[in-house]
C-alpha cells in the first residue's frame, strides 16, 4: 500500500513527506545572533513538546562543558540568576509555559535569548530587547525541529559556548541529504527502511529505546507516534532500562499489542551495547522481538540526525498506512483554546 503514490498524495493532504525529505536543508540555515558577553555560569533551555527536541539533541552533541537543563513548565530553576544563559524556544512564540519561564528568567536579571517565528514571545523579546533569533514559519514544530537546533547551535558559538566544530553541522547535512532519498515515496518498500518499520507498527503501541547518546531520537520516535500517527507510545533508556523495566516485560500483560524498536549505536558506551544483546537474550520468549534499528554515519552527530530522519519518515508512513493525515493535530489546538477561557 505504501507504494501507492495516489494513496500517499491523497491522505498526506499538507506534503508532510515532502517538507521532512528537506529536513537537512534547515541545518544549512544561517541564524544571525548578537550577544552582549557576559559570564555563563549556567544555560537553561525553556521550550515546550518540538520546540525541546533541540535541546535534547544538544545534549549529545555538541554537549556542555556547563550546567544545562531544560525546562519544560511554567517555572524555571532556583539557581538562576544574573551569570544564567536562559534560552527561550517557542515556535508559535505563544507557548504559555514558556512565555511563563521567561518573565521569571527576567526577574532573576538572567541574559536572555529568544529563538521563534514571532508571537507574544517575539514581541516581548523586542520590547524588553533581548536578543532575538527568527525561524522560519509555516511549519509545525515538530517538523522544524533541526531549525532549532541549529539556531541553538549559533547562540552557543556566539556566546562562545559551543565545545565542537560548527562546520560539522554542515557536513552532516550532506550526509543526511543522501541517506533521506533511500526513505522516499518513491523507493519501494522491499527497499525503504521507514516503509518496513511502519509496517509493523500500524496498530500497536510502540515502545522505543535507546542508550544515552541516542535518546534524543528516542524521544523524538516517541512523540513522532504521537502526532503523527495518533499512537500511544513510550520511550525509555538504558542503562537505566535493566534496574527496573527489564522486569515489567517478564509477567504483565500477558497479551502484547507492542511493537519495540531499538535505536542502536556503535558509538554508545560498550556496555549499553552489551546490555542490549544480553537484555534480548534474557528476555526472549517475553519481550516482542524488537525491531532493531543499527544508526548510520560515522559521527555521533551523523548517527543523531540520521536516526531522528528516519523516525519521521516511519511514523508519517504509519499514519498514512492508518488512513490518517499526519499533519493536522486538531484535538491539541481545542485544547488550546479551551485554556484561554
Known amino acids: ?33 548578537a550577544l552582549e558577553p557576559k559570564p555563563v555560569s549556567n544555560i ?9 527536541l533541540g535541546a535534547l539533541m544538544s545534549q549529545t552533541w555538541p554537549g556542555y562543558d556547563r550546567p544545562f537543563e531544560i525546562v519544560r513548565g511554567y517555572d524555571i530553576p532556583a539557581y538562576v540568576s544574573e551569570e544564567t544563559l536562559f534560552i527561550a524556544v517557542s515556535y508559535s512564540g505563544n507557548t504559555e509555559e514558556t512565555l511563563s519561564a521567561v518573565d521569571q528568567a527576567a526577574a ?8 521563534t517565528c514571532g508571537g507574544a514571545l517575539a514581541d516581548t523579546a523586542r520590547e524588553k530587547q533581548y536578543s532575538l533569533v527568527l525561524l522560519p514559519s509555516g511549519l509545525q514544530p515538530r ?41 522516499m515515496p518513491t523507493v519501494p518498500t522491499k527497499n525503504n527502511l521507514a516503509k518496513q518499520i511502519a ?13 544515552p ?8 520516535w516517541k512523540t513522532g507516534f504521537n502526532e503523527n500517527a495518533k499512537q500511544v507510545a513510550w520511550a525509555g533508556a538504558y542503562s537505566e532500562f535493566d534496574h527496573n523495566e527489564f522486569l515489567g516485560w517478564t509477567k504483565q500483560p500477558v497479551r502484547r499489542p507492542y511493537a519495540v524498536i531499538e535505536l542502536r549505536s556503535n558509538l554508545e558506551h560498550e556496555r549499553i551495547q552489551k546490555r542490549f544483546a544480553l537484555s534480548d537474550r534474557l528476555l526472549s520468549g517475553m519481550l516482542p522481538e524488537p525491531i532493531v534499528v ?41 485544547l488550546k483554546v479551551e485554556l484561554t477561557k
Do not use: N
Request: with cysteine; glycine share 10%; net charge negative.
Open 1 to 33: 500500500m505504501l507504494d501507492d503514490l495516489k494513496m500517499i498524495h491523497e491522505r498526506d493532504t499538507k506534503d508532510a513527506l515532502g517538507i521532512i525529505g528537506k529536513e537537512w536543508q534547515q541545518l544549512t540555515k544561517v541564524f544571525a545572533v
Open 44 to 52: 537553561v533551555y525553556g521550550g515546550m513538546g518540538g520546540s525541546a
Open 108 to 115: 532573576k536579571g538572567a541574559q536572555i535569548v529568544a529563538i
Open 143 to 183: 517538523y522544524a525541529v533541526f531549525y532549532t537546533f541549529r539556531a541553538l547551535i549559533s547562540v552557543l558559538a556566539e556566546a562562545k559556548l559551543l565545545t565542537e566544530d560548527v562546520a560539522e553541522v554542515a557536513a552532516a547535512a550532506d550526509f543526511l541529504r543522501d541517506a533521506t532519498a533511500a526513505w
Open 199 to 211: 509496517q509493523e507498527c500500524i496498530g500497536r503501541s510502540v515502545v522505543i529505546y535507546g542508550g
Open 213 to 220: 547518546k541516542l535518546y534524543p531520537a528516542v524521544y523524538k
Open 294 to 334: 543499527g544508526a548510520e554515519g560515522g559521527t555521533i552527530l551523523e548517527q543523531l540526525l540520521w536516526t531522528v530522519a528516519l523516525g519521521d519518515f516511519a511514523t508519517i508512513y504509519t499514519a498514512l498506512l492508518s488512513g490518517i493525515d499526519p499533519t493536522p493535530i486538531d484535538l491539541m489546538e481545542k
